[in-house]
């Protein structure tokens, strides 16, 4: 295939995404707002502010192991330069793969979860499926931008693995599964909290929703950095990755479902109270 041809392919396909991406909150927002919420879409904004809020913190926690092996080898980095510092950070993530997955995920969760958690709480109940749409649309801003960078500037990241077939294919499901997972997991949480908080069981609620926002987290690093580095077999890519997306989708569906019922009993209690 003539490299323009390819270039012209893989522009559309970033096209593409970008507009599935922008497309699908747009959809969901209308569809909620017609069929169950009732509130001020300025919550919404409140939602972006406190999920912008708890990235900060949440990268630099999650540079920490990388930075104390760079300080920690400082006179190799000033000798070798940025090759010596590629080796370090890949002599890292490599020899404590699945400690940095858990790490990175956990990380995620209790920063985003705990200011989830102080973004909802002394609000009126109507405003948490507002702020969780706020949190998923800051994540699905960041989910383009690392989607569509890979399909604008492609490289075989793993020489071994049919990169056509077997990368490009995971990416497609990525970016279809993405706004799926952000709008049900982001709302659901929120609602799930707001119940808690209500029931004066807040913490609890903190608890379970760090958890399962660490397994989705951890889970999705794994598989990212996996087939980056060539961690697992070509031939596990594939079932793994059906276990990837099976799994968090699923879950976040049902923390969804569980967060919606929770929160229309607690919409109905405050309404008569």
Known sequence: MPGWVALIMQLMTAALAVTYLVTAPIIAYAIFSRLAWRGRASWVLIGVGFMLLA?????????????????????EVMIGGVSSITDLVLGLIKSSFYLMAIYMG???????????????????????????????LVDLAFAMMGLVLPLLIPASVNPGIEYAN?????????????????????????????????????????????????YMDSFTWYMDNA???????????MPLSTVYFTSVV????????????????????????
């Not at 958690?117 to 949190?135: H, K």
């Not at 909290?193 to 660490?214: D, E, P, S």
């Not at 087939?227 to 890519?237: D, E, F, G, K, Y």
């Open 106 to 136: 956990l990380m995620a969760g209790v920063f985003q979860e705990a200011f989830r958690y102080l973004a909802i709480r002394d609000r009126e109940p109507g405003s948490a499926p507002y702020i969780g749409y706020g949190f998923a």
């Open 227 to 237: 087939v980056a580095l060539a961690i697992i077999n070509s031939s596990l890519i």
């Open 250 to 273: 699923s879950l976040s569906a049902f923390i969804f479902i569980i967060g919606f019922r929770a929160f229309n009993y607690v919409i109905h209690r405050a309404h008569f109270n």
């Open 166 to 214: 077997v990368i490009s294919t995971i990416g497609l499901v990525g970016i279809a599964v993405q706004p799926i997972v952000s709008i049900l997991f982001h709302l659901g949480s929120s609602m799930v909290l707001k119940t808690y908080q209500a029931l004066n069981k807040g913490f609890r609620g903190l608890i379970l929703m760090v958890l399962a926002h660490a």
């Open 55 to 75: 990235l900060i913190p949440q990268v630099i926690t999650q540079g920490i192991p990388i930075l104390i092996v760079l300080l920690t080898h400082i006179r």
